[in-house]
């Protein structure tokens, strides 16, 4: 394949950065998305040029590093897929591929699609955990857990945390990351207890490092590639009006 | 001479004696003690989050832009524990003994023992931490069986237990950083260990940000920073899976124990270009329920589900009637190459064979099977464009875990005072070859369970010890170095990416020191890393400057591996029989199975670093079987 690519190139944060135009010609139909890049690189640097950076490390869909806007696009035309397990496959020979970096005032970009997304960690920190030290857990088996609720806390939980509901989010909203965890630990009778203070902690933590507010466009459920639902949203909205209906 | 300080007594026994009279840190003193963690996967988040509750004052260091991205993110399968929770005779003892037989007698019994031992708590722990395991309706924990044992002992969360894990690891964490007893550095690599008067300090490490060299003292370092196979470039492991931090700390002081021993994993993709980065790895829980085979007939060219019952060659199935798909890793790896070298292999390169569940289709309908699988499933037709209901799967085996790493005593500690590994960085546990679900295990308890016990006997003579000062001549000596590696690498101004220097090492690593190996090849192999080196230093190219920069980390990275590379050969070379994963042609029985050579080669090697271009200090700890006898290990 013959394919040209339109690429976000930023030397740093302070850098107002640009658009630039490079051609790749023999793109195999069957390498992933990052292969591709790989295969740019590999030819810039034959050039002498610096390589495009990004971020990647699992290359299999389950760490959440990688993650651009690709036409438009959080990680390309599939539905519920990373950028890396995007391949060449799913493009047209001698089409014009633009790739962008995440963007999202929570999410500044170090370097050309390289973003910094610690803002999430920050909302764990705030309280998606469950308060136990190690060495004094109870025998597993002694809280059972009805299959339907593991299910359902699992759905939550596997958000891999990537930002891709935040990169298409028109109010840069991390709602539905900051939701999954909630409901995550909010059905587990684990995690139930600390529900009310979790959840007014993470959501005050959102807010404070600047993501925008949900008003349930939905954008972020349509693009996750772990098919997070939104109604994990509301059961968020509905654990802190609880917690703050019920504050002491 | 090494002393691997091994508690007297019964096996039963022995960890237990040891927890009663290992020596304590009062709590006022805790926070007086600095220790540094490299690594934030389940091994390092785990005891960065155990010390910080403690009260421990602890550092913690990733190259990732988060813990929650670690490798430890990508295990699949599952994790095990005896719980005995089906009633089929599971007991510590029958985990023991198939771990010790899966690693081939390779391994210490004392260690082994103790990994079982500890592998239900980690399952009380985690369901704690809310990891979602797999359930049965009435709402009790759920698991299986995998490769290689008879008894349903590994607890999963669906294709994502490694996931889970991390992110139950990675929540204690998180909860440390907001309490601040653990203070967290995302993308920063540790680039050197500081050593004073013989006892680990400090390190030197990398901002990947902003390029800064920053110094890090402490009373105690502790590395958990995974294994290297990605030294083999194609591999199941995550791009940036590394050697550098326990290499850095093997030309410090520090043991390298085993290096040779690599798994290599039956159930991956195969490869389909010579543009591929990565072999990714299909679960091998799959092997539940999958038939493996291959045509009978050599280039065979009509397509799989056109080749009849009677020409297909289930080549597990007929050699090893007992465990037949399900035999451990390295048989069912040897055996796919067995067939594949004699040229049965499917698919454009002929090097796959097929993973076929159409009789689990016809038996237990689709619906149970997209159940059990339907991620992998997906994953799969994601990157092949093959949707596998309909044909078999294609697999091949790749390098997936090192078996080997620095040397531990039974405290995880290494030859260097001070110095600690844990998890996939050390050599512990696994012998030879590694039965599937035992790795996060063992990076859990050694994080959660065994190393809050043993650092606090180290630590405890150190409290009088004042706070490491970093300005010490050993923080400069070290700083300065790293600055000349990253100037003399950046210096060199030749033609020829990292990568390409990695993908060579890793060619000459499958093809000589691999799934089998050749005295003859092995030595060829030397010749040719050490000839690459030379090349690398003359005509490496990296881009780009000193701040942001992954052609710089790469660059470094290869560098070590051109080192580590060739110690591995060394390794191989000098064990004259085959165990485990080490298959050396040389030694296999007229069926072709595995020799191992017990008289001789009943020890663990651990290499020492004699400096740049000399043969590496060959000490060995010998291994002895109290309370086992070795014996043949058949799967048939
Ligand atoms: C695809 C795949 C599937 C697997 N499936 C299973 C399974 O089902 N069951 C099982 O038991 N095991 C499985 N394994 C093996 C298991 O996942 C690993 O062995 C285990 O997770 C290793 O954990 P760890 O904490 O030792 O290291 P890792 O999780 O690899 O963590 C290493 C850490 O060290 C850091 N690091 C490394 N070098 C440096 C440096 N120089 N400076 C700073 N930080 C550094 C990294 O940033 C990272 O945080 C699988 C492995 C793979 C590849
Ligand atoms: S690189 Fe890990 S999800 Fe894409």
Known sequence: MHIRLKIWRQENSQDTGKMQDYELADVNSDMSFLEMLDMLNEQLLEQGQRAIEFDHDCREGICGQCGVMINGRAHGPLKNTTTCQLHMRSFRDGE????????????PVKCDLKIDRTAFDRVIQAGGYIAVNTGQAPEANSIPIGHPVAEAAFDAAACIGCGACVAVCKNSSAALFTSAKITHLALLPQ?????????????????????????????????????????????????YNKAQLLKK | ??????????????????????????????????????????????????????????????????????????????????????????????????????????????????????????????????VPFGREYGGYLNNRSFGGV?????????????????????????????????QLFARHEMLDLVTIDGKAKGIIVRNLDTGEIQRHGAHAVILATGGFGKIYYLSTLAMGCNGSAI?????????????????????????????????????ESLRNDGRIWVPKKEQEDRLPNQVPEEDRDYYLERRYPAFGNLSPRDIASRAAKERIDAGYGVGPLKNAVYLDFSKAIKDQGVGKIREKYGNLFRMYEKITGVDAYQEPMKISPAAHFSMGGLWVDYELMTTIPGLFALGEAN??????????????????????????????????????????????????????????????????????????????????????????????????????????RQQFYADLFIPGGLTINSELEKAGRVADYLELGELMCHDALTREESCGAHFRVEYQTPEGEAMRNDQDFAFISAWGW???????????????????????????
Request: hydrophobic share 40%.
């Open chain 1, 96 to 107: 014009t591929i633009y790739i962008e970096p995440f963007r999202a005032t929570a999410f």
């Open chain 1, 191 to 239: 995690g139930a207890v600390e529900a009310q203070e979790r959840v007014r902690r993470m959501v005050g933590q959102m807010d404070a490092e600047g993501f925008g507010h949900c008003s349930n466009t939905e954008a972020c459920e349509a693009e996750c590639p772990q098919q997070i639902s939104v109604l994990h949203i509301a059961r968020m909205n509905w654990e």
């Open chain 2, 1 to 130: 001479m090494l002393n691997a300080k091994i508690p007297e007594g019964p096996l039963e026994d022995k960890w237990r004696h040891y927890k009663e009279h290992a020596k304590l840190v009062n709590p006022a003193n805790r926070k007086k003690l600095e220790v540094i963690v490299v690594g934030t996967g389940l091994a390092g988040s785990s005891i960065a989050a155990s010390l910080g509750e403690m009260g421990y004052r602890v550092k913690t260091f990733c190259f990732q832009d988060t813990p929650r991205r670690a490798h430890s993110v990508a295990a699949q399968g599952g994790v095990n524990a005896c719980k005995n929770y089906k009633n089929d005779g599971d007991n510590v003892f029958r985990m023991f003994y198939d771990t010790i037989k899966g690693g081939d007698f390779r391994a210490r019994e004392a260690n082994v023992y103790r990994l079982a031992e500890c592998s239900a708590s980690l399952i009380d722990q985690a369901v704690a931490q809310g």
């Open chain 2, 150 to 182: 008879q008894v349903s002992r590994t607890f999963y969360a669906r294709g994502q237990t490694g996931q889970q894990l991390l992110l139950g690891a990675y929540q204690a964490l998180m909860r440390q950083v907001h309490l601040g007893s653990v």
């Open chain 2, 247 to 283: 290499w850095r700390a093997h030309k410090k002081g520090a043991l390298m124990a085993n290096p040779s021993w690599t798994q290599i994993h039956p159930t991956s993709l195969p490869q389909s270009g010579e543009y591929q980065s990565k072999l990714t790895l299909m679960s």
């Open chain 2, 427 to 532: 050599f512990a546990d696994h012998g030879a070859n590694r039965l599937g679900a035992n790795s996060l295990l063992q990076a859990c308890v050694d994080g959660y369970f065994i190393a809050p016990y043993t650092l606090a006997n180290y630590l405890a003579d150190e409290i009088k010890t004042p706070a490491t000062d970093v300005q010490h001549p050993a923080f400069d000596a070290a700083a300065k170095q790293v600055q000349d590696q990253l100037h003399l690498l950046k210096g060199i101004g030749g033609k020829l990416s990292a990568d390409y220097f990695h993908k060579t090492l890793g060619k000459i690593l499958y093809d000589k020191c691999g799934l089998s190996r050749s005295a003859e090849g092995l030595k060829q192999a030397i010749g040719e890393i050490k000839a690459l």
């Open chain 2, 610 to 636: 004699a400096g740049e271009n000399q043969a590496p200090i060959w000490n060995k700890e010998p291994l002895t079987f109290e309370f086992v006898t070795p014996t043949v290990r058949s799967y048939k």
